[in-house]
């Protein structure tokens, strides 16, 4: 990088971001709101989200969010009948994944290796 490609950085501060408490949100009942398929470094998963469950400091909505990975066979994708999102259907009675938009769940936290809180749901 060139002393010219330099000084047309921003000056960024190191600071402690403080971490956002689930407490207020965990086991409260919601529904599951949307469902998305995105792309991802190892292939495509559905992004589950919560109805909005609350606001933070900035007016952003805060939803639950689980993710399951799907698997591609013959160049499409599936879902494994022995994965999580299979089991996660059956739990909920549906045989097809786009009826669990409505159903009813459970608000959780899971901790991810850095220690920070997610809102996940079951």
Same mark, same amino acid.
């Given at each position: 990088?060139?002393?010219?490609?330099? =000084?047309?950085?921003? /000056?960024? /501060?190191?600071?402690?971001?403080?971490?956002? /408490?689930?407490?207020?949100?965990?086991?409260?009942?919601?529904?599951?709101?949307?469902?998305?398929?995105?792309?991802?470094?190892?292939?495509?998963?559905?992004?589950? =989200?919560?109805?909005?469950?609350?606001? /933070?400091?900035?007016?952003?909505?805060?939803?639950?969010?689980?993710?399951?990975?799907?698997?591609?066979?013959?160049?499409?994708?599936?879902?494994?009948?022995?994965?999580?999102?299979?089991?996660?259907?059956?739990?909920?009675?549906?045989?097809?994944?786009?009826?669990?938009?409505?159903?009813?769940?459970?608000?959780?936290?899971?901790?991810?290796?850095?220690?920070?809180?997610?809102?996940?749901?079951?």
């Amino acid at each position: 990088m060139t002393e010219e490609n330099k =000084t047309n950085l921003p /000056d960024l /501060d190191v600071v402690e971001v403080p971490k956002f /408490d689930v407490t207020p949100y965990v086991g409260k009942s919601s529904t599951v709101e949307e469902i998305k398929l995105e792309a991802g470094k190892y292939g495509q998963y559905l992004r589950l =989200t919560s109805a909005k469950l609350g606001e /933070d400091e900035e007016g952003k909505a805060i939803h639950a969010n689980m993710l399951f990975s799907l698997k591609t066979v013959n160049g499409k994708s599936v879902i494994n009948q022995n994965g999580e999102l299979a089991k996660f259907m059956k739990n909920k009675k549906v045989t097809n994944y786009k009826d669990l938009i409505g159903k009813q769940i459970n608000i959780l936290s899971e901790a991810d290796d850095n220690g920070n809180d997610w809102l996940v749901f079951a």
